[in-house]
């Protein structure tokens, strides 16, 4: 069955950085898009990051710059570079097929900003 596993969080002061990972397993990892989400207290799920399988990415303007989003077919992993946090990126993120996700989501990883 499909799974994903993220990691990388943490507690970080603003300004700070922080990499996540997502590895994915039970398809086939390599040919499909990845995006990472996020999901704040009273929030709904967004997107804040997405690569397809040629390499293009995606950003809101709200992380862009900041964030960037890598992949390691490989590895079945895919990376969450995040610097330059603020106190609003605090939020649990996850990782999902991209742009169409499949309807299992990982337990997901808790960053937090703040001093």
């Known amino acids: 069955q499909v799974q994903f596993v993220e990691a990388g969080g943490g507690l970080v002061q603003p300004g700070g950085s922080l990499r996540l990972s997502c590895v994915g397993s039970?398809?086939?990892?390599?040919?499909?898009?990845m995006g990472w989400y996020r999901q704040a207290p009273g929030e709904q799920r967004e997107l804040v990051a997405g690569i397809l399988v040629g390499g293009s990415t995606n950003y809101p303007d709200s992380v862009k710059g900041r964030f960037t989003i890598s992949r390691d077919n490989a590895k079945n992993t895919v990376y969450l570079q995040m610097n330059s946090l603020k106190p609003e990126d605090t939020a649990v993120y996850y990782c999902?097929?991209?742009?169409?996700?499949?309807?299992?989501w990982g337990q997901g990883t808790q960053v937090t900003v703040s001093s």
């Open positions: 999902n097929k991209w742009p169409v996700n499949f309807n299992y």
């Open positions: 039970g398809y086939i990892f390599s040919i499909y898009g």
